[in-house]
């Protein structure tokens, strides 16, 4: 089952503009971290922020973390081709070691 | 190699049989995990090994499905008369000690079921 769905689905944008994706989630977490696919095969980890952390920046990216809404959001500033992928949340319970992922945000960046 | 080894790249199978996934783990790293993505979806939790033992298997669909690790490092995912249902991209994932750290994912076997 999908602990998160993310919204939007798809989003477009032109190279340069910021693109932002939400994800929201029902449970308690410990943590919730961001990855990024490309091609549908392997995930590559973007960020972590804990359950007592509000907001977190690396590098391009900034993510912020409502625990009382239930919901993050992951912003890549001064978007590049590059950053083209679907990109997921996750979450991990407390005493719970698995990841449980969204439904994840399908991002295109046009040149 | 530095990263998470996953073979088969791609298996094609019938419908029926038995097949083998392999998950070579970066070396050191004492958890794992099976992932389960069709298309459009997130990946979905299978399995959780922390080092030899599964800690939690709450997501294997059915007794199809077995997992095991005999020696804390190389895992491998077995399903028993796959059916068509079963076609997917299975994902396998390590980290030094448990989830409270970011995972790091090889780049999948692609399963057909014919």
């Known amino acids: 089952s999908q602990q998160g769905e993310e919204d939007p689905q798809a989003l477009s944008i032109q190279e340069g503009e910021n693109a932002t994706m939400n994800c929201s989630y029902k449970t308690s977490i410990n943590n919730l971290q961001w990855y990024r696919q490309n091609s549908g095969r392997g995930l590559v980890h973007l960020i972590l922020?804990?359950?007592?952390?509000r907001e977190k920046h690396s590098g391009r990216l900034r993510v912020t973390l409502d625990t009382s809404k239930k919901s993050s959001s992951l912003l890549i500033t001064a978007s590049r081709a590059a950053d083209t992928a679907s990109y997921f949340c996750a979450t991990s319970g407390f005493g719970n070691e698995k990841l449980t992922f969204g439904t994840g945000t399908r991002l295109t960046i046009i040149p | 190699g530095a990263g998470v080894s996953q073979t088969p790249s791609n298996k094609v199978t019938e419908k029926g049989k038995y097949v083998e996934l392999r998950c070579d783990p970066i070396s050191g790293h004492t958890a794992l995990y099976w992932y389960r993505q069709s298309l459009g979806q997130g990946p979905e939790f299978l399995i959780y090994f922390q080092g030899t033992g599964a800690a939690d298997d709450s997501g294997l669909p059915n007794d199809r499905f077995f997992a095991v690790r005999p020696e804390g490092s190389v895992s491998t995912l077995k399903i028993q008369r796959t059916e068509r249902g079963d076609s997917a991209v299975y994902l396998c994932a390590s980290s030094p000690q448990g989830i409270g750290t970011e995972a790091f994912f090889g780049q999948g076997t692609r399963l057909t079921v014919v």
């Open positions: 922020i804990r359950s007592n952390e």
